[in-house]
């Protein structure tokens, strides 16, 4: 069931709040499965970059590929500008609403409050946003996590969100049973709801393994019950990040877990000068796929289906059908999910498989636990 989020709905839904608004899941985006009959020629589809860039083989990379494909199927050019840095988000989405765009995606939760505030002043442009619910009014408890008001903070944005808690947790359970030294680790770009959602996962997954097992594989560089953890401070693929690696694996991790962009590469790098036996757990994209000259470190990926989200969207807006109501990716609708351990399917336990599908069907059922302060869907 999709939730509208019209601020217009305010009044009926502001005393249920957020669990209101993102209890009910939209069906997944089926990729160029929009109805493009009647877009209007002149729909101009944008997107702006966070500072990761749409070459960043995950995050941007997907939300870009999305755009490109509906807009191809549109028979439209879309425009897209990349954002080098925090200050870049505002005059860049000012400079989109300049070009006459129609619908604007922005990708990623740092950009939420000024595609807020862009929404607001120009309301008669579309605004779509990934990973961020867009209802900032809330505020902030003390561990940082968002408690908005479960009420987006304009009519015209479309939050695309995933319950990435889900997939995580089976990566976890992965992880745990991979791992030959009995510890795992896992660090973040900087500590937004939509990072630590996947670290939240990745610990209840290693967390359930060892309730099963009879097992005791520790997790490293992240506390789901203190919310704290290691971040490098940023996206980007630089020394910190390879610092935060090599103090991981100094620990004895032998699988990690980056989350944020580009710094899985600098995770990467430590590994390859290190010589260390590591394995890497990739984010949003399948990395195996993305990243052909280091796709043999990749045990698996935690997927979240960014490109047919956007595209969903995108195709909807060009035919004049563009809804507000949030999409949440979950298990059940597939706009979640793990990769193939492709190059380690040989290397994982032969039973490894048959249990992850267990504990899907658990999920989905919710026989199976994975809940995370971060979610997106409350119970």
Same mark, same amino acid.
């Given at each position: 069931?999709?939730?509208? #989020? &019209?601020?217009?709905?305010?009044?009926?839904?502001?005393?249920?709040?957020?669990?209101?608004?993102?209890?009910?899941?939209?069906?997944?985006?089926?990729?160029?499965? /929009?109805? *493009?009959?009647?877009?209007?020629?002149?729909?101009?589809?944008?997107?702006?970059?966070?500072?990761?860039?749409? *070459?960043?083989?995950?995050?941007?990379?997907?939300?870009?590929?999305?755009?490109?494909?509906?807009?191809?199927?549109?028979?439209?050019? %879309?425009?897209? $500008?990349?954002?080098?840095?925090? !200050?870049?988000?505002? %005059?860049?989405?000012?400079?989109?609403?300049?070009?006459?765009?129609?619908?604007?995606?922005?990708?990623?939760? +740092?950009?939420?409050? =000024?595609?807020? *505030?862009?929404?607001?002043?120009?309301? !008669?442009?579309?605004?779509?946003?990934? !990973?961020?619910?867009?209802?900032?009014?809330?505020?902030?408890?003390?561990?940082?996590?968002?408690?908005? !008001?479960?009420?987006?903070?304009?009519?015209?944005?479309?939050?695309?969100?995933?319950? #990435?808690?889900?997939?995580?947790?089976?990566?976890?359970?992965?992880?745990?049973?991979?791992?030959? *030294?009995?510890?795992?680790?896992?660090?973040?770009?900087?500590?937004? %709801?939509?990072?630590?959602?996947?670290?939240?996962?990745?610990?209840?997954?290693?967390?359930?393994?060892?309730?099963?097992?009879?097992?005791?594989?520790?997790?490293? /560089?992240? =506390?789901?019950?203190?919310?704290?953890?290691?971040?490098?401070?940023?996206?980007?693929?630089?020394?910190?990040?390879?610092?935060?690696? &090599? #103090?991981?694996?100094?620990?004895?991790?032998?699988?990690?877990?980056?989350?944020?962009? %580009?710094?899985?590469?600098?995770?990467?790098?430590?590994?390859?000068?290190?010589?260390?036996?590591?394995?890497?757990?990739?984010?949003?994209?399948?990395?195996?796929?993305?990243?052909?000259?280091?796709?043999?470190?990749?045990?698996?990926?935690?997927?979240?289906?960014?490109?047919?989200?956007?595209?969903?969207?995108? +195709?909807?807006?060009?035919? /004049?059908?563009?809804?507000?109501?949030?999409?949440?990716?979950?298990?059940?609708?597939?706009?979640?999910?793990?990769?193939?351990?492709?190059?380690?399917?040989?290397?994982?336990?032969?039973?490894?498989?048959?249990?992850?599908?267990?504990?899907?069907?658990?999920?989905?059922? /919710?026989?199976?636990?994975?809940?995370?302060?971060?979610?997106? $869907?409350?119970?």
């Amino acid at each position: 069931m999709a939730i509208t #989020t &019209r601020k217009a709905a305010a009044g009926a839904i502001a005393g249920v709040g957020l669990m209101a608004l993102l209890a009910g899941c939209a069906s997944a985006p089926s990729t160029g499965s /929009g109805d *493009t009959t009647g877009a209007a020629s002149d729909f101009l589809p944008c997107m702006v970059s966070d500072a990761g860039g749409f *070459t960043d083989k995950s995050f941007n990379q997907l939300g870009y590929e999305g755009l490109t494909e509906a807009a191809k199927e549109l028979g439209v050019e %879309p425009i897209t $500008v990349q954002s080098d840095k925090a !200050d870049d988000y505002k %005059p860049n989405l000012q400079s989109l609403a300049d070009q006459g765009c129609s619908l604007i995606v922005s990708v990623g939760f +740092a950009l939420s409050a =000024d595609t807020i *505030t862009a929404a607001n002043a120009n309301p !008669d442009i579309d605004y779509a946003i990934i !990973d961020d619910p867009a209802d900032n009014t809330g505020g902030k408890d003390d561990k940082g996590n968002d408690i908005g !008001d479960g009420v987006t903070d304009a009519p015209n944005i479309k939050p695309i969100l995933f319950d #990435t808690v889900q997939a995580a947790f089976l990566a976890g359970y992965a992880a745990a049973d991979y791992s030959k *030294t009995g510890v795992v680790g896992t660090f973040g770009g900087q500590p937004y %709801p939509s990072v630590k959602i996947f670290m939240d996962g990745f610990a209840e997954g290693v967390a359930y393994y060892n309730e099963q097992k009879g097992k005791s594989v520790q997790v490293v /560089g992240w =506390d789901v019950a203190a919310q704290t953890g290691s971040f490098t401070g940023g996206f980007e693929a630089n020394d910190t990040a390879k610092q935060l690696a &090599r #103090t991981l694996m100094d620990q004895n991790a032998d699988v990690l877990l980056p989350v944020g962009g %580009p710094i899985f590469l600098s995770a990467i790098a430590e590994i390859q000068e290190t010589g260390k036996d590591v394995a890497m757990v990739g984010v949003d994209a399948d990395l195996y796929e993305t990243n052909a000259e280091n796709k043999s470190l990749f045990l698996t990926s935690i997927l979240k289906g960014m490109k047919a989200g956007v595209s969903d969207t995108v +195709a909807e807006a060009g035919a /004049g059908k563009f809804d507000p109501a949030a999409y949440i990716g979950t298990l059940e609708n597939e706009g979640v999910g793990l990769a193939p351990f492709h190059d380690f399917e040989s290397k994982v336990s032969p039973t490894l498989a048959d249990e992850l599908d267990t504990i899907k069907a658990g999920i989905i059922d /919710g026989s199976i636990k994975a809940t995370s302060v971060s979610s997106p $869907v409350k119970k």
